[in-house]
């Protein structure tokens, strides 16, 4: 980055609070008491991020009479729920073309049920009253180089010849008369797979409908170990413990009770800032008019979106992988990216010169080999987990809150009989060699970026053995 350009990004980030804006916000509520002494339940949802909320509230209406607790090791919606780009797709796969490439037989199928998925996200935040500025505009995957726009001519071409639900292609006209940048060559327009809304609102408006319904919600109360107790299982914490006949762990990014399953998903940081609210005129000199979520097609993207009040959170790029997977709040602040992340931001909207940053911030998400959510049931089918959503679970938790409530009532449906939930992705390996493949698979994805997609020896070696990292 030139001096000026360092310059003039440092200075727009001179007055950035270290915090998600999502959750820098006076409407966050007060969180409830941590358990002390001993519950006994019928289900145990370990974990108060969108993964055990959707868990615990439809285990509710499945079944009002159950008897459901969720416990939580801080606020709900603290960690990964409250912190990332607020962008809520339909697909369960981390996008159609992961999906097609592992679970071909399978895929019209996975497609149809993250739309019934969506809609039905769509249906709870009307029906409870959730205040979370849904915004059902869709998204567009922007080419910012030659190689990416043919990639998005191919991808149209294809979805078509499929038969699934075929995006619109934008020229670079057409997609700058969306969004104006001189970095866009082209986009492709999925106008109703993809809802934005605001993270940490959705969060809270889960956790008062639980409430409302009847789950017993003990905040600042992790989960420190599990055991099975006569027919089902105990949990215990830090005050007290818990006894349930089934649990659910919706812990994600943090290690699993279940031992056994930690190996399977890595932490990998990510970063996102947010602008201050954009005047009217400053709005109108990039256009924008449709307010649909946008993410660039390079293996190292960006995603970025409009707020309800005109801010643009501007995220992704980096993707950080601690030695070892230890989770530490020193690398939610990382100043280098943030630099980075701001010069880009005006490399693509020159015309917002002089925009400031509010807010910088980072967090972790949980990464598995297959770059979407996986499941399994432990203790003779008294625990379901699901992990591994890969920073797309706004959406994708929901189905697997559904998949952990099938396998814990022990019923075969058409979620659990899909291929793509029987099956389990790679472990990683352990150190130094998780390390030292995941540093070279950044690097390979770098070089990819600047030499027109060519994936070399390396990437064409991992897809081969089904880690198949493609961002």
């Given at each position: ?14 007055g950035?609070?270290?915090r998600s ?13 941590a ?38 090791g ?11 780009g ?5 697909s ?7 999906g097609?490439d ?13 739309a019934r ?34 990639g998005?001519r ?14 619109e ?38 956790k008062?409908?639980c ?49 056994r ?68 709040s ?5 100043p ?11 490399a ?47 959406g ?29 992705p ?41 880690f198949?990292?493609?961002?």
């Amino acid at each position: 980055m030139a001096t000026d350009a360092m310059r003039h990004a440092a200075a727009s980030l001179s007055g950035a609070r270290p915090r998600s804006y999502w959750l820098d916000d006076p409407a966050e509520p007060e969180p409830r008491p941590a358990l002390t002494g001993d519950e006994v339940c019928d289900l145990l949802v370990v974990g108060g991020g969108y993964s055990g909320l959707w868990t615990a509230l439809l285990a509710k209406e499945r079944d009002p009479r159950r008897e459901v607790v969720l416990i939580e090791g801080r606020e709900v919606g603290w960690a990964a729920s409250g912190r990332n780009g607020g962008f809520c797709a339909a697909s369960l796969t981390h996008g159609t073309a992961n999906g097609l490439d592992r679970w071909p037989e399978e895929i019209a199928k996975l497609e149809q049920l993250g739309a019934r998925n969506l809609d039905a996200i769509e249906e709870a935040v009307t029906r409870y009253g959730i205040d979370c500025d849904f915004e059902r505009t869709g998204e567009i995957d922007v080419a910012t180089r030659p190689h990416e726009l043919s990639g998005l001519r191919d991808w149209h071409r294809r979805t078509g010849e499929l038969g699934l639900d075929r995006p619109e292609f934008l020229d670079q006209e057409r997609m700058r008369a969306e969004v104006d940048s001189p970095a866009f060559l082209g986009g492709l327009w999925d106008r109703r797979g993809v809802a934005l809304l605001h993270p940490a609102k959705l969060a809270w408006g889960l956790k008062r409908a639980c409430l409302r319904l009847g789950v017993r919600v003990y905040e600042h109360t992790p989960g420190l170990a599990l055991a099975r107790s006569g027919a089902g299982v105990a949990v215990r914490t830090p005050y007290g413990r818990v006894f349930a006949r089934r649990a659910a762990l919706a812990t994600n990014v943090f290690p699993s009770l279940v031992r056994r399953l930690r190996p399977y998903t890595v932490p990998v940081y990510d970063y996102a800032l947010m602008t201050e609210p954009l005047s009217a005129d400053r709005l109108a000199s990039i256009g924008w008019k449709n307010r649909q979520g946008l993410g660039d097609s390079a293996h190292r993207f960006h995603y970025f979106r409009l707020s309800a009040d005109n801010r643009i959170l501007w995220g992704g790029f980096d993707a950080v992988y601690p030695f070892g997977g230890r989770l530490h709040s020193a690398l939610d602040r990382r100043p280098e990216t943030f630099l980075t992340l701001a010069g880009h931001f005006f490399a693509y909207f020159p015309q917002l010169s002089g925009v400031r940053f509010t807010h910088a911030w980072g967090g972790a998400i949980d990464t598995c080999s297959r770059f979407s959510a996986f499941f399994t049931t432990a203790y003779g089918g008294r625990v379901a987990h699901a992990a591994g959503y890969t920073g797309l679970g706004v959406g994708a938790t929901r189905f697997g809150a559904e998949v952990m409530l099938d396998l814990l009532a022990g019923d075969r449906t058409e979620r659990t009989g899909l291929r793509m939930v029987r099956s389990k992705p790679l472990p990683f390996p352990p150190e130094p060699f998780a390390w030292a493949g995941i540093g070279l698979t950044k690097r390979s994805l770098a070089r990819a970026d600047d030499r027109g997609g060519h994936r070399d020896l390396w990437l064409r070696t991992t897809d081969r053995l089904g880690f198949g990292f493609d961002s």
